[in-house]
């Protein structure tokens, strides 16, 4: 089985745990096999400093021997030529005891050679001490016994030399391979670490810059940068908790929509009290008139109801198509007339000497989703109304523009780089103006300045997604004591080139 097969069997193959659990033993190992590699070198150089030590006993016995033999030439003392005679055996000893030492630091020729020359000289010294040899004798045996001395001396000083080197070569090949070690050491510390940053940290960076780019891409989940079972594992939850903030954003969405909805149906009584009112006005007439009637004017008076019951059946539509639950969809969608029709479901909130102002170009359109684009008008309208005085002006237009950077003003959405044809909405009031501490905050969900239970807080936080979800723009300018404006702009448009704006003034 190979590597992949075993990593795969132990699951450290797809596991961050495992891969960095793989890393460190990795180090572990390297740093196990080099101690022990030490732990063999230094056993080595205890052996050479032995040898070195028995170079040196042996050095140091053969300078024993000269000493005493200098010192019986001048004194012709039998101590001496005793002390001399024990320092070759000592000698002796030594070579015959350490004899497979002495081979790995000399020659076996050399060896030899020595044990011979020590074997001579032992001979003429005993010679010496036996009292066969006189004062003629003993001087002329001293040039012979001192040569032979001096040639000892020579051989054990090469052999401790010898030593002395093969220990500095031994000493510098081992700093040579320590340092050599920690570089390598290093370098593989080096080389885990950007395996374990390959493996590791660049599928969590890959997964940060993805969940950073959430907001902008409007994404509903993520793919796993990696098959590890943690990133798989985190991927999952954070896609279960993107699933549920999707529905508890659409909650919220729906709980706004259908608040709105409640706040509409007092502009919808008033809308549909004019049509009803001419029916029943009508239906009247003809009962009277029944039998005995103008013909001619009793069809006018069944258009007029036919009439009016198409008006009351397009308000009641108008209203469904608010109220009901669809898909996102951009199409194309006339402004005018979506304006005007959001301003007639809110009017019964509006002030009797307030006015609404509406100047929206003819046949301006912009690609939108009309039933959430008129959640953000009747939500800002809502705000502009609730600070709005008795006798206040709320004023909303729109025009087709060249986007060339973000509006003025406090700026959120995704489309607030956007460059090119925009078409831009702006409604703006008279009234006392935002605080500039609250301005900062007021796209913030549940944020309200209202008392409790007079609002949750999510009719400007609404808007901006919605802006949001058509890729737009939406900012607000605003001024104590001198009215707020809020301005949205769309990307594309078209359909207002060489038309003008309709300008009217709705009373209350």
Avoid: W
């Amino acid at each position: 089985m190979n590597l992949r097969g075993l990593l795969s069997m132990y699951g450290l193959r797809n596991s961050l745990s495992g891969k960095v659990t793989l890393g460190y033993s990795a180090v572990a190992l390297v740093i196990l096999a080099t101690s022990l590699f030490f732990v063999g070198e230094l056993r080595n150089l205890e052996e050479r400093v032995l040898l070195g030590q028995r170079a040196t006993d042996l050095f140091d016995a053969v300078l024993e021997i000269r000493r005493f033999e200098r010192n019986y030439f001048l004194h012709r003392q039998q101590t001496d030529l005793d002390e001399n005679a024990h320092y070759i055996g000592l000698t002796q000893a030594l070579l015959s005891q350490h004899r497979a030492d002495f081979l790995a630091i000399t020659p076996q020729s050399r060896l030899e050679g020595l044990q011979s020359l020590l074997a001579e000289y032992q001979r003429q010294i005993a010679a010496l001490g036996s009292g066969i040899a006189g004062g003629r004798q003993v001087e002329s045996a001293e040039p012979r016994v001192r040569a032979l001395g001096k040639e000892i001396v020579s051989i054990a000083e090469a052999m401790a030399g010898s030593e002395r080197q093969q220990l500095q070569a031994t000493l510098a090949s081992f700093r040579t391979v320590l340092l050599s070690v920690i570089v390598g050491m290093a370098l593989l510390i080096v080389v885990v670490g950007r395996a374990l940053s390959q493996r590791v940290v660049r599928p969590l960076k890959e997964m940060e810059s993805r969940v950073a780019a959430i907001p902008g891409n409007r994404q509903e989940r993520l793919d796993p940068p990696s098959q590890d079972r943690e990133i798989v594992s985190i991927i999952a939850a954070f896609n279960h908790m993107l699933k549920e903030l999707g529905l508890r954003q659409k909650s919220l969405m729906r709980s706004e929509r259908l608040a709105s909805l409640g706040t509409m149906l007092s502009g919808v009584a008033h809308e549909l009290n004019n049509p009803l009112s001419n029916i029943s006005s009508s239906c009247q007439i003809l009962q009277e008139e029944i039998g005995d009637g103008d013909v001619a004017m009793q069809k006018v008076y069944l258009a007029q109801i036919d009439q009016q019951t198409e008006r009351a059946r397009n308000i009641v539509r108008s209203l469904l198509d608010f109220s009901r639950e669809k898909a996102f969809s951009k199409v194309p969608v006339l402004l005018g007339p979506l304006v005007a029709q959001t301003v007639g479901f809110v009017r019964g909130e509006v002030s009797a000497k307030s006015v609404v102002q509406l100047s929206v170009p003819d046949g301006l359109a912009v690609p939108a989703d009309a039933q959430r684009l008129q959640q953000v008008f009747v939500n800002l309208i809502r705000n502009a109304m609730d600070g709005l005085a008795k006798e206040g002006r709320i004023r909303i237009s729109a025009r087709q523009i060249y986007a060339d950077g973000p509006p003025a003003g406090t700026a959120l959405g995704s489309g607030c780089d956007y460059r090119g044809e925009a078409v831009e909405i702006c409604v703006s009031d008279t009234g006392p103006g935002i605080a500039p501490e609250i301005l900062p905050r007021i796209f913030d969900p549940f944020f309200t300045t209202k008392d409790v239970g007079h609002g949750m807080g999510l009719g400007l936080f609404v808007v901006y997604e919605i802006v949001d979800e058509h890729d737009g723009c939406i900012s607000v300018e605003s001024a104590l004591g001198h009215g707020t404006t809020f301005c949205i702009r769309l990307p594309g448009g078209g359909g207002a080139e060489g038309e003008q704006a309709s300008s009217r003034e709705v009373l209350k």
